[in-house]
T-cell receptor
C-alpha cells in the first residue's frame, strides 16, 4: 500500500527554526509537495521537489532524498502566523496526489 | 494567476435535501478537477477526479450516486450532495490542475463548509 508519515503535532517558539519530516512509500514517484493549511481554510502551495536536494524559498526550505523516501520542510524565523497544518503530498506513478495526514505546528511566543 | 473559486463558501441544509457546490477556475482552463472532503482534524480525503467532458472517477468507498459530479466545461465542475445526512457535514474542497503543467500542482479553492441538520 501507499503510505506517507508525518508527525501529528509539533511545537516551536517564535523566532526559532523547526523541521517537519515526511517519509513516504508509494508506487512510483513524480514529485513531492508541501502545502500549508490554516484552520478552516484550503491548502496553499509551499514547495515542490522532484530532484534530490534542498530548495530554498525565503524563510521556507524543502529537502528531498528519493533514495531514502524522505523529505523535510524547514521553517526559519518562525512567526505566529506560521501556526498551521503542514501537509506532505507525493505524486505517484499514476500522477495522483497521495496525501499525508498533516503536521499541526503550534508556535508559542 | 491560477485562482480557483468555490460557491457557496458555507451552507446549512436540512437532512434529506440536496446541495450543489460549484468550483470554478477563474483565469485558466482546467481539464482535471479534484474534489476532496476533510473532517475536523483530519487530512484531505480525495473523493473523485473530474475530467472535462467525461464521467468522474470516484475513489473507493465514495458513492457516485450520492455525490454527483459534473465537469461540463474547462472552467466549471459541480458537486451535488444528494439526500444529505448529518454525517455528510464536512469541509469540501475542490482543486484544479493546469493543463500540461509538469509539476502536477493543484490549485485549491477556498472550500465549502457543509452542515446538515
Amino acid at each position: 500500500g501507499q503510505n506517507i508519515d508525518q508527525p501529528t503535532e509539533m511545537t516551536a517558539t517564535e523566532g526559532a527554526i523547526v523541521q517537519i519530516n515526511c517519509t513516504y512509500q508509494t508506487s512510483g514517484f513524480n514529485g513531492l509537495f508541501w502545502y500549508q493549511q490554516h484552520a478552516g481554510e484550503a491548502p496553499t502551495f509551499l514547495s515542490y521537489n522532484v530532484l534530490d536536494g534542498l530548495e530554498e524559498k525565503g524563510r521556507f526550505s524543502s529537502f528531498l532524498s528519493r533514495s531514502k523516501g524522505y523529505s523535510y520542510l524547514l521553517l526559519k524565523e518562525l512567526q505566529m502566523k506560521d501556526s498551521a497544518s503542514y501537509l506532505c503530498a507525493v505524486v505517484d506513478s499514476n500522477y495522483q496526489l497521495i496525501w499525508g495526514a498533516g503536521t499541526k505546528l503550534i508556535i508559542k511566543p | 494567476g491560477a485562482v480557483v473559486s468555490q460557491h457557496p463558501s458555507w451552507v446549512i441544509c436540512k437532512s434529506g435535501t440536496s446541495v450543489k457546490i460549484e468550483c470554478r477556475s477563474l483565469d485558466f482552463q482546467a481539464t482535471t478537477m479534484f474534489w476532496y472532503r476533510q473532517f475536523p482534524k483530519q487530512s484531505l480525503m480525495l473523493m473523485a477526479t473530474s475530467n472535462e467532458g467525461s464521467k468522474a472517477t470516484y475513489e473507493q468507498g465514495v458513492e457516485k450516486d450520492k455525490f454527483l459530479i459534473n465537469h461540463a466545461s474547462l472552467t466549471l465542475s459541480t458537486l451535488t450532495v444528494t439526500s444529505a445526512h448529518p454525517e455528510d457535514s464536512s469541509f469540501y474542497i475542490c482543486s484544479a490542475r493546469l493543463t500540461g503543467l509538469a509539476e502536477y500542482e493543484q490549485y485549491f479553492g477556498p472550500g465549502t463548509r457543509l452542515t446538515v441538520t
